[in-house]
């Protein structure tokens, strides 16, 4: 029996095979093509790395003032002390006195004179050739030297194998009419370049990865994206799912008039649809005619009334007699659609079904047993809804709420087939946190988008004030002067997100602090750590102005709808990140008074939290907010598919790259139209086995 080898380090980084070694490109680049003597290194160094050479004259283990290695180097010009604060014995050997080394760093002032702190060294002879080219740094992980990667790379570009993988098969014509320019490389060439810069190269262009190697690997990378994401828009028009005609309805709530549910919920809502959720409305009825699955995203920002779409959604499946979901990523958001769907459909004959993680074994067995059986026409729950013990009995559509929030696969879990009958559901995705317009056209792109873009009437601006922690007093009091009117108000504790305990205390401390500053109106507390049926108490008491203020944590970042709540105090705004400030700053202005959310921040702010602080008090606009959002967290945190890695691109950056996207985009419909055999090749090339993820 032939034991299994362990996987080596190159192959824990996926580094395995010549392909993925070629893909692996340089992160930035050495310069060891020039040498220069101690005596110019001395002048010339400080600021920048340097490279000069000498011969080992001191070499000795330091005590004080804590373990260092000094090695003194000389040559005919001078002499040059390196330090090393974290040290092997082997490069202890390595500089043993006599030894010639090479070494490159930045040379700065030190206790003793002039010195390098861990340079990087290499025992050589005195006449030993400089480098053709530039030095690559490779991305690696912890316990695999540079070394062992260059070495594993330049084997990798000699392998046989790498010529066809890497071979020209875009045709000639087609890049010639759609690219600006034809300095690109071929692709070959270009991935040897980025690997062995001449030492003449640009070393600018290629750090900022402008050069035309790294757009010829960019344009690549965005045409696989490209084509992957509109095959998947094509192979789900080839879907089948089940079509709802509005003049079709089959279905008959149990109320007075007997009208169908959608006829019956409009009837209830206590407003009138704005111009824009019309249009929306009607862009959705389209695709939910459809005998393929919609695949929508709704964006809106907060507060625009997306609830009401994705209920009239539902109550255009059950009329047809499917079965509606919706999902949400956090139980108080789930809370918050179950109430507002009970309010709606409960007078309509609609049974819904509620599903969460911290449902007893007992009342959870018996949501999955009416949801299975049929008997549950809506359900409405958290990522509990696409576990393994729920099984639908005819799911129609399914609505994910703050889809962002959920990991890719996730996405996928609940777009599979349902029982034994050959459709898929249709899906509605929304989202308060708007997509950049170049996620749009990359990750996005076959989604079919809808934007709300007009608030309901009555909603007033925001005013948004920054204000330092220092005058945290004067809050208070003109907190007393809003509550006095008869107003409500939040305070939002600070996110701590290294301790969930000290988030607790610290909103216990405040909700302390402002019991007894405010001994005439009532105060609540609401937090993460609180049982549901205690949150869901608290709140209830705030929409009934039973409560006046309510400090809580960032439970209440989506979901809540409180309109005699029109102030909010954010307590360390430094602290939260653009999103979640726009979604909290969402949940006031949401009655008839004017609304102001106060963001307090302790000083020092960091030039980070300045810009953002800065940005947020200049613009409501969820576009303009969510672009800044971008450039500051990249699209893997905002797509949720961070921690997974799925579907990532790799070398392009969506801000300074994005001209590249349309001319992919362009490149996509041509060859899937008219070079179809070379799609699967380019896919292969570039996803492998990641192509599933760009479907989510």
């Avoid at 010549?18 to 310069?31: G, I, K, N, T, V």
């Avoid at 049926?533 to 929409?543: D, I, P, Q």
């Avoid at 790799?650 to 490149?667: G, N, S």
């Amino acid at each position: 029996m032939t034991t299994k080898r362990p996987p080596t380090a190159l192959e824990k980084m996926g580094l395995n095979s010549p392909m993925a070694l070629a893909l692996h490109l340089p992160s930035r680049y050495e310069d060891e093509t020039e040498l220069f003597t101690i005596e110019e290194a001395l002048g010339l160094g400080r600021f920048h790395s340097i490279q000069t050479q000498g011969v080992v004259i001191r070499n000795q283990v330091m005590f004080r003032p804590r373990r260092q290695l000094l090695v003194t180097i000389e040559d005919d010009s001078g002499s040059l002390q390196l330090r090393f604060l974290n040290f092997y014995p082997s490069q202890q050997k390595q500089m043993a006195v006599g030894s010639h080394v090479r070494v490159r760093g930045e040379v700065r002032e030190g206790y003793q004179g002039a010195e390098m702190v861990h340079p990087t060294v290499r025992a050589v002879t005195p006449d030993s050739p400089l480098p053709a080219s530039l030095t690559p740094v490779y991305p690696a992980s912890a316990g695999i030297s540079q070394t062992i990667i260059r070495k594993a790379v330049l084997q990798a570009l000699r392998d046989a194998s790498l010529k066809e993988s890497l071979a020209e098969f875009l045709p000639p014509k087609l890049m010639a009419e759609i690219l600006p320019t034809n300095d690109w490389p071929p692709l070959q060439d270009a991935i040897a370049y980025l690997h062995q810069p001449p030492a003449d190269a640009n070393t600018q262009s290629l750090l900022e990865r402008t050069h035309p190697a790294w757009r010829r690997v960019q344009f690549e990378e965005l045409l696989a994206q490209q084509i992957s994401l509109k095959r998947a828009h094509a192979i789900r028009r080839e879907r089948r799912a089940p079509s709802f005609e509005k003049s079709e309805q089959k279905t008959k709530a149990a109320n007075k008039e007997n009208l169908g549910i959608e006829d019956g919920l409009l009837k209830v809502l206590p407003f009138d649809l704005t111009g824009a959720q019309t249009r929306v409305w009607s862009e959705i009825g389209l695709d939910l005619s459809n005998t393929f699955p919609m695949n929508r995203l709704l964006q809106g920002d907060v507060g625009s009334g997306k609830t009401v779409i994705a209920a009239l959604a539902a109550a255009r499946a059950m009329d047809h007699g499917y079965q509606a979901a919706i999902m949400a990523p956090t139980e108080i958001l789930a809370e918050q659609h179950y109430l507002k769907m009970k309010e709606w459909f409960e007078p309509l004959g609609v049974k819904i079904a509620w599903l969460s993680g911290s449902l007893k074994a007992k009342e959870k067995r018996l949501a999955q047993e009416i949801i299975e059986s049929g008997d549950a026409q809506l359900i409405v729950g958290t990522h509990a809804l696409i576990q393994d013990k729920v099984s639908f009995a005819k799911l129609g559509l399914a609505v994910i709420d703050e889809q962002h929030r959920f990991g890719v696969r996730q996405r996928l879990e609940i777009q599979q087939r349902v029982g034994s009958e050959l459709f898929y559901c249709h899906q509605l995705m929304m989202s308060a946190t708007p997509i950049p317009r170049t996620l749009a056209m990359t990750y996005y792109a076959d989604l079919d988008v809808s934007v709300i873009d007009e608030l309901p009437p009555g909603r007033k601006p925001i005013a948004t004030k920054v204000v330092k922690a220092a005058r945290r007093d004067e809050v208070i009091n003109g907190l007393h002067d809003w509550l006095v009117k008869g107003l409500q108000a939040y305070w939002v504790c600070p996110l701590i997100e290294e301790s969930e305990v000290l988030q607790l205390q610290t909103a216990v401390e405040s909700f302390e602090q402002l019991t007894q500053a405010l001994p005439n109106f009532k105060v609540g507390l609401v937090h993460g750590r609180l049982k549901s049926e205690e949150k869901a108490a608290v709140m209830a008491a705030f929409k009934a102005n039973e409560i006046q203020l309510l400090v809580a944590t960032t439970v209440i970042e989506v979901g809540v709808d409180v309109p005699n709540a029109a102030l909010m105090v954010i307590e360390h705004a430094e602290r939260f990140g653009y999103a979640q400030i726009h979604q909290l700053r969402g949940r006031v202005g949401r009655g008839s008074a004017d609304s102001v959310c106060i963001l307090m921040y302790a000083e020092p702010l960091s030039l980070a939290a300045k810009e953002r602080l800065q940005t947020l008090r200049e613009t409501s606009d969820g576009f303009v907010i969510a672009e800044r959002d971008l450039s500051l967290r990249g699209p893997g945190e905002l797509l949720g598919a961070k921690q997974s890695g799925d579907a990532m691109l790799r070398f392009v950056d969506l801000q300074r790259d994005a001209w590249l996207i349309e001319l992919a985009q362009t490149a996509a419909e041509r060859l899937l139209a008219e070079h179809s055999d070379l799609v699967e090749r380019h896919l292969e090339r570039w996803l492998g086995s990641r192509t599933e993820f760009l479907k989510a």
